[in-house]
């Protein structure tokens, strides 16, 4: 299994990245944001991840740990390959995916060009556990933040009337869970509303 590549970046394509490591090119399938990440670079970093099948041999790779460990959850769930998985992760950072998971927004992921409502309730419903149990992803502790907004009743309503007002769970949940404990459903609104407007997160 191969970790990482480190290496001179030779060519580079929307969804590819070529690094020489040793006279030998490794071309990565990856997403846009580690394209963007590295637009600049001439030589990186890639964290890899390489699968095996019957007829081929895919190798993958990410700028970050967390964007690996990210597309590694998503493969994980039925019916969500590699090729979804990369379409995703070229649309949202690997925390706003923990954060879309942990307030079921499923929008945000039916959102993406090729992922139907099933496929994001699927994501939602398989992963939901894994994010809030295990933490993953959620170094900053906001998905968990998130998690416990979603489970006491004021909050839980609150988040359903900002979603009703246009924004999306997961912009409801964030701002919400920022909200001090005890406050009572109409105050949580009217906070989150002037965040929401400042853009303040």
Known sequence: MIYSLTGNIIHT?????V????GVGYACK???NTITSVSNMTSCTLYTYMAVREDAIDLFGFFTKDELECFKLL???SGVGSKYALSILSSLTPASVALAIA?????????IKGIGAKIAQRIVMELKDKVAKGAVLD??????AITAAVGDQSKAEAIAALVVLGYTQSEAAQAV????????????IKRCLRTLASGRF
């Open 13 to 17: 394509e929307p969804d590819l990245c």
């Open 30 to 32: 990856t997403t846009m």
């Open 103 to 111: 307030s079921d927004d499923t929008k945000t992921f039916s959102k």
């Open 139 to 144: 170094e900053s502790g906001e998905v968990g």
């Open 75 to 77: 493969t994980s769930v």
């Open 19 to 22: 690094i020489e490591c040793g």
């Open 177 to 188: 869970a920022k909200c001090p404990p005890d406050l009572e459903t109409d105050e949580i």
